[in-house]
């Protein structure tokens, strides 16, 4: 039976990117437009002078490296995780060139580097997420040690204490630190209910799978008990209008024979039960312990889950019958293992 429109979906979701081009864009483009509006409100409103062209020329970068990718690829487009990496590094270098410029960590927008080191933490695998964690960890320990001065008035210069800039760096490692821990775990979690959601879409779509061939079973049944039963009658008849006939009266017996058999397999069918969904129902006791691991099994995160039957050789598993129930429970003991679990989870 093909897989429905709803498991393919599935599929085809996890074989997917982290992210949008198009989210990445979007962010970046209010980026832009937030960092020119404060270097002209800083510059042309409140007078404090700034290297405007050195300014507007990183934020230029970035907005090129927008048109670029607007014209390069489609906006539904996902990214992978080597692409997202890189696309989030750039605005991580892209600020940390403008705060050096306009005052380094004195710089109250300092604080805007978390936002890429939290999408980061939040779309991309754990190794990704360290990398780009450390890149803004570097980032601000070199603004703690060299910037240009903070912009003010003309003439006055703002100095601020050791004490406060040596505050402020470690605050904001900190803080860049805790949010990419935070953030990393939260979206960890996030996805695993996320995968276990979708293997439980997977069960019960083929559980309605089989209770629809169940009733379209029945009704076939019930539609051709009529016709069935005409046919065992009339070869009733043929087969007492030949007797004393040899090959010609067995051959009608046979035919009432396989009608009446026939008759017997449909009943079985129109209950619906048991009976007619047992080789469907039954499944081995290792296949049941993977089928109930599945969300898990080929996850990016977490430990490796490793199955092992343990019994006496040569013998098979045992057949058991195939409840939904059963690999719910079972789903919910595994899922457990897994968030507790340091490098593997053994399942036999």
């Not at 379209?216 to 209008?241: D, R």
């Amino acid at each position: 039976m093909p897989p429905s429109p709803a498991a393919e979906e599935i599929a085809v979701q996890s074989l997917r990117g982290p992210i949008r081009i198009r989210t990445l864009t979007t962010l970046r483009w209010l980026a832009v437009g937030g960092q020119i509006s404060a270097i002209l409100i800083v510059h042309f409103v409140f007078g404090f002078p700034v290297e405007l062209g050195l300014c507007l020329g990183a934020i230029a970068a970035s907005a090129w490296l927008n048109i670029f990718a607007a014209l390069r690829f489609s906006p539904q487009r996902f990214l992978s995780d080597a692409e997202a990496t890189a696309y989030i590094a750039f605005d991580i270098v892209q600020l940390c060139v403008l705060l050096f410029l306009t005052g380094g960590l004195q710089n109250p927008f300092a604080l805007l580097i978390l936002a890429p080191v939290t999408i980061a933490a939040s779309v991309l695998p754990l190794r990704q997420t360290i990398l780009v964690a450390a890149l803004a960890l570097a980032g601000v320990g070199v603004l703690g040690l060299t910037h240009l001065p903070l912009p003010w008035r003309p003439g006055e210069s703002l100095i601020f204490p050791p004490m406060i800039n040596g505050g402020a760096w470690v605050a904001l490692s900190f803080a860049v630190a805790f949010f990419a821990a935070y953030a990393h775990r939260i979206a960890q979690e996030a996805a695993q209910m996320r995968s276990a959601l979708a293997a439980s879409q997977l069960v019960l779509a083929r559980e309605e799978r089989l209770a629809a061939l169940g009733g379209l079973a029945a009704a076939a049944a019930h539609e051709l008990g009529t016709p069935l039963a005409t046919i065992q009658l009339t070869a009733k008849e043929m087969a007492n209008e030949l007797k004393g006939e040899g090959l010609l009266e067995e051959d009608a017996r046979l035919l009432v024979e396989q009608a009446q058999r026939c008759r017997e397999i449909l009943g079985r069918l129109s209950k619906g039960g048991a009976e007619a969904d047992a080789m469907m129902d039954r499944i081995g006791l290792d296949l049941l312990l993977k089928e109930a691991a599945a969300p898990f099994i080929d996850a990016r995160l977490g430990p490796a889950v490793i199955f092992e039957m343990r019994g006496p050789a040569g013998e098979e598993p045992p057949v058991l019958r195939r409840r939904p129930e059963i690999i719910y429970g079972l789903r919910n003991i595994i899922e457990n293992a897994v968030a507790y679990g340091r490098s593997k989870v053994l399942v036999s």
